[in-house]
């Protein structure tokens, strides 16, 4: 069972519909006790990190979520979930869950902000998980995505894909068990949905 994190923000029922589709069996919770028997985890997110915390902290759900990530139990983070995993965004300058090293910042004002649409992936690394991950999705294929800010973190031998916009950044992220993407592949389409069927497969 793969569970969706319900902290009032993000595309839960895109996401639900997605492995719907792809007969994976899930479940949209809030529920402490549902989150730790979990298989999985997936954390989606659409919004500011500051709310984002604030609604994960009013159910306590912080806490569990870095403790199953620290167990090593398989997590993946979209889009605002990406960047909650670090140790602090300049939205809102908030401390974030802190389970990657690292800063969330916003892009140059000179772009316009935020970026909406397609955008492509060059990868960085290539080891046989990385692999797996991509499997049937080439090089610079393009994802969907809404952000104002941008993952930096601190140890660049996490970052599996980089985007370019006004500078090239961190939109794939591998650390053990998390893997976190600043797009959206659940409004990615065929790309999308492959990628999500490869982080099953690696679970």
Known sequence: ??????????NL????????KLGVDSMISKSIKDIEKADALILPGVGSASQGMENLKINGLNKVLINEINRGKPFLGICLGMQLLFSDSEEGNVKCLGV????????????KV???GWNQIKYQRSNIKDQKLFKKIPDNSGFYFVNSYYCQPKDKSVIVGETEYGINYCSVLIKKNIVATQFHPEKSGQVGK???KNFIKLI
């Open 13 to 20: 029922g895109s996401v639900k519909n997605t492995l719907d």
């Open 114 to 116: 935020p970026q909406i």
């Open 1 to 10: 069972m793969i569970i969706i994190i319900n902290y009032g923000l993000g």
């Open 194 to 196: 492959q990628f999500i």
């Open 100 to 111: 990657i090293d690292g800063k969330v910042k916003k892009f140059n004002s000179q772009l």
